[in-house]
Structure formats: structure tokens, C-alpha cells
């Protein structure tokens, strides 16, 4: 009766720290993945801030959308 149960606390305490070590990759890539997400916001914040600053260069078509001359009404 007690080699069975010997057996059987040795797979579980195996199972136990497969599940562990598991666990523990899960919250490293858990970590790596959130301090990335928080390098992508503060880019993508820097990003935001200056764009409204730099004025947008305007394409002819734009230019002439917007200032038709007398001579493109024909």
C-alpha cells in the first residue's frame, strides 16, 4: 500500500514543479511584454507631441485644392 502512494506523491510533486518552472516563464514573458508595452506608449506619446508642432508639407494637388488660380476654372 505504501509503494503506490510513495509513486504517486512523487508524480505529483513532479507535476508540481513542471507547473511551477511554467508559471515562471509566464511571468518573465508577463514582465519583458509590459516593459515593451510601456516603451511603445511613451514612443507613441513622444510621437504625438511633436507631430502637432511640425507643420505638413502641402502636395501641389493640395495647394491647388485650396488656391485655385483664375485660369483652372476652364
Given amino acids: 500500500m505504501k509503494q503506490p502512494l510513495q509513486r504517486r506523491l512523487d508524480e505529483l510533486k513532479q507535476a508540481f514543479s513542471q507547473g511551477q518552472a511554467v508559471f515562471n516563464e509566464l511571468k518573465e514573458k508577463q514582465a519583458n511584454t509590459h516593459d515593451t508595452l510601456l516603451r511603445l506608449q511613451g514612443a507613441i506619446q513622444v510621437l504625438e507631441e511633436i507631430l502637432p508642432q511640425e507643420p505638413e508639407p502641402v502636395s501641389d494637388e ?12 476652364n
Wanted: aromatic share 0%.
Fill in 62 to 73: 493640395a495647394e491647388k485644392a485650396l488656391h485655385p488660380s483664375p485660369k483652372d476654372d
